[in-house]
């Protein structure tokens, strides 16, 4: 059972990871691209893509490898909002960063419960083999 918290959460992975494949699309085809007209860098979007369903399903597996992936895009927004000084780039690259910690907290304190949940099942397995090998 999900608490209230959790749905928070949850809804702020998902919108978190549509805002962050929109801004990498608007980014690299309107807002600033590398080259007039667009750029194939529109492509980083795609990864984003793959896990969009398993996230909106609360598949745990899901929200655990993208908390991971996703700091790759967190990698980028810094660097690029490092190097590129004074340009809507720039701006877009913290906006990248910034919508990248927001997924990975959201996801982060969403799976809590589910992990603390499976270290309490390790612990009692761990006990009632101990209890069951001094017998």
């Not at 007039?36 to 969009?52: D, E, H, N, Q």
């Not at 992936?69 to 906006?95: K, N, P, Q």
């Not at 960063?97 to 907290?105: I, N, P, S």
Request: hydrophobic share 50%; with cysteine.
């Amino acid at each position: 059972m999900e608490t209230t918290m959790q749905k928070y959460f949850h809804w702020g992975a998902i919108g978190s990871l549509g805002t962050l494949i929109i801004l990498c699309v608007l980014w690299e085809m309107v807002l600033a691209p590398l080259k007039p007209g667009g750029s194939w860098l529109v492509l980083k979007a795609v990864p984003l893509l793959l896990p969009l369903y398993g996230v909106w399903k609360r598949d745990i597996y899901t929200l655990q490898w993208t908390s991971m992936m996703i700091l790759l895009y967190f990698t980028e927004g810094v660097v690029r909002g490092w190097s590129d000084i004074g340009s809507l780039s720039a701006w877009l690259g913290w906006g990248e960063a910034a919508v990248v910690c927001v997924y990975f907290v959201c996801a982060v304190l969403y799976l809590r419960p589910y992990k603390r949940a499976a270290k309490k099942m390790a612990r009692e397995l761990l006990d009632k083999i101990k209890v069951n090998t001094v017998k």
